[in-house]
């Protein structure tokens, strides 16, 4: 009795061009097998005469007839453009088994990427009121490619009475590295999940494992709650069970929210090979804002705009006639108080005589913070992904008082 020992090929996703993968059977010599692939769900056969997939099914073109010459067999196998899965199935003949089992086939499958995936940059921030659109940046390419970005995004303060208090960056810019980007998914729990069980609370089986790979961390659920950060440490994708770094209590059917944060962590996730080269934080003038009319010896000073100033005895300000002889800070801001634009007013610290037209110069807050860097990505997902910049961690939004 001859044996095959194993049906080897490269079975991670290929991208929509043509791509070619080897398999390698290895065996002894005079093992019998024949091997045929077919595209699934269509009745599209490899033919091994022509190189290609075709309809039907014939055994002279489409059966690879094969008795081994040497203890190992190799054959290239070429894929066409476009998206589609693919199964390879080996089948033994005659007086040869497969080693260490009873059965006469091997199966291997293989997914092909329909389009090329869109990965998009951006930042995000939980306090959305307080800023305008952000911009993004975008780009596109096959599993194997290679794309140097340069982003330029004007982050920029909201316009409105509730949020345009202006922008403070309290964060240090030269901290910046890939932990400030973040990818982040849901999935749903698939059985209670509990620290008095087997596995003391610490493996929980979830529907889909897409988009969750070691080093990602579970961030919120939808019901119950978390007890301590818990991070991916191993996936078993046979039984889509997660192991975690501390022990949860999770109720069947609740959605887990996954965040895999830095470079290691979102390419376990979705396959995407990126780094940051560099990002920097730029600050722009410093915001300046008109005495509206006439101030005398009073805390109340009204500006023909309010935007950008932020209350809470955070900022100081200075200008012509600005008295400044101890501590003399912006304690609370109005932005329309009587309900018409043009008429904002702040409360300051100390007592102020200013004559209407008077320029304000602000510090340590801005309408627009401005962020420049690179980005590169050397192997993009299979599908459309979202990366994000959590501006939090830099940014601190102004407040009215």
Known sequence: MKTISNLQVDTSDMPVTEATRVIT??????????????????????????????????????????????????????????????????VTKGLTAIAGSNKSVISKNIAKQASNATVTFKAVTASTGNYATFPTTTATGGLADVANLIFNWDVTNATTDAGGFGLRLTGDPQDIDGSFWYFTTTDTVDGDVSPSDIDQG???????????????????????????????????IASKTLTLSTAQTFADGITLTFVAKGILAINNAIG?????????????????????????????????????????NLIKYKGVGVSNASSNRVTSVTPDPGGSDGDGLMVVELLQTLSAGTVLTFSDCHNVINFEGNITVSGFPIANKTIFFDIDRLITVGVAS
Do not use: W
């Open 25 to 90: 059977v290895t065996g002894e010599v005079g093992a019998k097998f024949f091997m045929y692939i077919v595209q699934d769900d269509t009745l599209k056969y490899y033919d091994f005469l022509d190189g290609a997939f075709e309809l039907g099914h014939n055994n002279k073109n489409n059966n690879l007839e094969v008795e081994m010459s040497n203890k190992h067999f190799y054959r290239d196998i070429a894929f066409p453009a476009g998206g589609g899965s693919y199964t390879i199935t080996l």
């Open 202 to 236: 610490r493996k929980v089986r979830v529907d889909d494992l897409t988009d969750i790979g070691v080093g990602s961390q579970i961030s919120a659920v939808s019901s119950g709650s978390l007890v301590t950060t818990a991070t991916v440490t191993n996936i078993d």
């Open 272 to 312: 995407c090979l990126l780094s940051f080269p560099g990002v920097t934080a730029v600050l722009g003038a410093p915001l300046t804002q008109t005495v509206r009319a006439n101030v005398s010896n009073s805390t109340t000073v009204t500006l023909s705009d309010t935007q950008g100033v932020t209350g809470g």
